[in-house]
């Protein structure tokens, strides 16, 4: 039997000039079709203090959200902490490890790629991205980042945008968080 492989999403987070703004298409495609529109992939967690966003399996990603807040809760909003906790747990734990999703979370302070493989990774040039239409959206992000005066959210519309004209996993339905 085909294992039916689905494909999903672009997740983009940027920092700059003291605000971040995360955010994800709304598409989700299964095998050769897209079956929605309009889902969103991001969220604000403890209190909106920080943001997450995922890419992959749409229950898994919402399972990561679950026990990110809890690591969060566990270690009082300590993002580096809550972080690198559930990367090891979800490396350890069996069946955590059958999750087929990526996060991105960020604070004020830090953008982290958490994966089950044990990567809590942090990027040198505040642009972090993941998903399908990651290499797109991050260069379009970079080149905007060095080369205009766009805010964080700007950038991280327009990028997700051009990555939409490019990936077919990734679509123009945008939804963005912002910390400032």
């Known amino acids: ?19 971040v703004a995360l955010g994800g298409d709304g598409q989700v495609t299964l095998d050769k079709t897209i079956m929605k529109h309009t ?69 004020k302070e830090n953008l982290f790629l958490i994966s089950g493989t044990g990567d809590v990774i942090e990027p040198d040039d505040n642009v972090l991205s993941t998903g399908s239409g990651s290499p797109y959206a991050q260069a379009a992000a970079k080149a905007m980042l060095r080369h205009s005066d766009l805010s964080a959210e700007e950038i991280v519309r327009e990028a997700l945008s051009i990555a939409s004209e490019i990936d077919i996993y990734t679509n123009s339905h945008i939804s963005i968080e912002i910390l400032e």
């Open 1 to 19: 039997m085909r294992k039916t492989k689905i494909r999903s999403t672009t997740i983009l987070a940027v920092s700059k000039d003291g605000k």
């Open 39 to 107: 889902t969103r992939k991001i969220r604000k967690l403890k209190g909106g203090k920080v943001l997450a966003g995922f890419a992959g399996s749409a229950a898994d990603g919402l399972a990561l959200f679950e026990k990110f807040e809890s690591k969060l809760e566990e270690f009082r909003g300590n993002l580096i902490r809550a972080s690198v906790e559930l990367a090891k747990e979800w490396r350890m734990d069996k069946a955590m490890r059958r999750l087929e999703a990526v996060l991105i979370v960020a604070s």
